[in-house]
């Protein structure tokens, strides 16, 4: 079999798992409250837990940025359980929503936003699911990348999300040399800018990368997340643009969905779900 040769160029996670995070922990003046600084991603956040508030024994937690309150519910952000509350940057509430394994169905209402219908695009023989709005149409652009956007494919976007899947025996060379390769071709690229990468350390995966930047095209923004992910015997490549000059801040939105992304144990490859059946 042909191997594959992938490189990822942004122009052209996440998981229910247990993460392993690089924190500074503080007592709070109550004995029930701590503080973690959170740098599981490129993205950290100033987390403020209550030991003394559970749902199903999970804490309820703060998310700060910028001594900014953006989040809280229960869990962690990546494992979202029960009623979470989002904010904007002023301090108004985006919305309220009710998770369930950090996964949201049903209808809840966003802030300068339609009611949103949220439903679950499962790919069985693909080994994934996500959370996502009913009205984004997911598009095949081959037989292992999947995408969908706030415009079906029809113009400009203002938020987009593409996900990749390649079994680790059809891809050619090391994953490792994947992430470098793609690290120094942005790195030498005029457009982009305020670039970070690392290595992400999740228990449950062998390998798992993030590569974050803004990027320059035709007098916009982008904001661009990839996330290289090993499972098992199987490679995720996750990538996600926002238009950072968009009306609306689609910013709640890509948190909820992304963080929604679950790996299945293993792959039914029987099982191929058409895509009208899988929104």
Known sequence: MKKILLLFMSSILFFSCKFEKHIKIEYGKKNCTKKIIDAVYNDEYLTKYDTCNKY??????KYFTDNKLIMEGYSERYSKEGV????NKKGDTITKVNFKNSELTGNSKFKNLDTISWGIFALPNKGFRISKPKRLS???????TFYFDDKNGNGSTNLSFRITMHLIDDIDGEIIDIYNNTVSQKQNHKRIQRLKFKK???SDYKESYQITNEEIQDDKILLIEENIIVYKDRFYYIQIIQNKQSKYDYTVMKEIIKNSFKVYDTIIPDKVTK???AQ
């Open 56 to 61: 199903k024994r999970k804490f309820y937690r």
């Open 84 to 87: 979470w509350r989002f904010y």
């Open 138 to 144: 997911v598009l095949e652009e081959d037989e292992n």
């Open 200 to 202: 992400v350390n999740i």
């Open 275 to 277: 895509l009208s059946q």
